[in-house]
Antibody, heavy 117, light 108 residues
Framework: EVQLVESGGGLVQPGGSLRLSCAAS????????MSWVRQAPGKGLEWVSV???????YYADSVKGRFTISRHNSKNTLYLQMNSLRAEDTAVYYC???????????WGKGTTVTVSS | SYVLTQPPSVSVAPGKTARITCGGN??????VHWYQQKPGQAPVLVIY???DRPSGIPERFSGSNSGNTATLTISRVEAGDEADYYC???????????FGGGTKLTVL
């Protein structure tokens, strides 16, 4: 079964760091485009970052320089390292698969990040 | 930067047709994808490449894209279609993925 399972969310103070993980099963992470998408409470979807199958990475302006997307091929896992966290980073974070650089056909259930003192 | 505009809400009676629009400059030249999100759940792809339906999505869901507007059409609306719907494109000029602001579909 094709599946994505996020983990690593939690409560963190402003300025702190957190690393999210997204374990994939039923397909190979490194053969796909993989994205992180977030949703602040009561708000819409916001794309955060993507890693291409070839390894290139891109970020939304709101997180560029603070977040880093990566993957571990042998663990078939996607990561999002989040540094210098702000209150506005509070959201449910989803990982998603794109078989081509277009739509996202598989989504995880999300992990919640709360940035608060 | 490229912007996608959706109406905040659309209301429709059961059995009728709902149309949710997604506006963008010359959006007809881009591929548009649509997601359904119910409360507390992850988004689900319902239309990709303007008008293709993933397996398992009812034929009642269809899409079109031309000029400055893409449209998600839901025929014979059911209570279970009540959800938030988001359009999405890939902006190749910035290598950014973009979502519309979302439309809340209410079934009266």
């Amino acid at each position: 079964e094709v599946q994505l399972v996020e983990s690593g969310g939690g409560l963190v103070q402003p300025g702190g760091s957190l690393r999210l993980s997204c374990a994939a099963s039923g397909f190979t992470v490194s053969s796909n485009y993989m994205s992180w998408v977030r949703q602040a409470p009561g708000k819409g979807l916001e794309w955060v970052s993507v890693i291409y199958s070839g390894g290139s990475t891109y970020y939304a302006d709101s997180v560029k320089g603070r977040f880093t997307i990566s993957r571990h091929n042998s663990k078939n896992t996607l990561y999002l390292q989040m540094n210098s966290l702000r209150a506005e980073d509070t959201a449910v974070y989803y990982c998603a698969r794109s078989p081509s650089l277009s739509y996202m056909d598989v989504w995880g259930k999300g992990t919640t990040v709360t940035v608060s003192s | 930067s490229y912007v996608l505009t959706q109406p905040p809400s659309v209301s429709v009676a059961p059995g009728k047709t709902a149309r949710i629009t997604c506006g963008g400059n010359n959006i007809g030249s881009k591929s548009v994808h649509w997601y359904q999100q119910k409360p507390g759940q992850a988004p689900v792809l319902v239309i990709y490449y303007d008008s293709d339906r993933p397996s398992g999505i009812p034929e009642r869901f269809s899409g079109s894209n031309s000029g400055n507007t893409a449209t998600l059409t839901i025929s014979r609306v059911e209570a279970g279609d009540e959800a938030d719907y988001y359009c999405q494109v890939w902006d190749s000029s910035s290598d950014h993925l973009l979502f519309g602001g979302g439309t809340k579909l209410t079934v009266l």
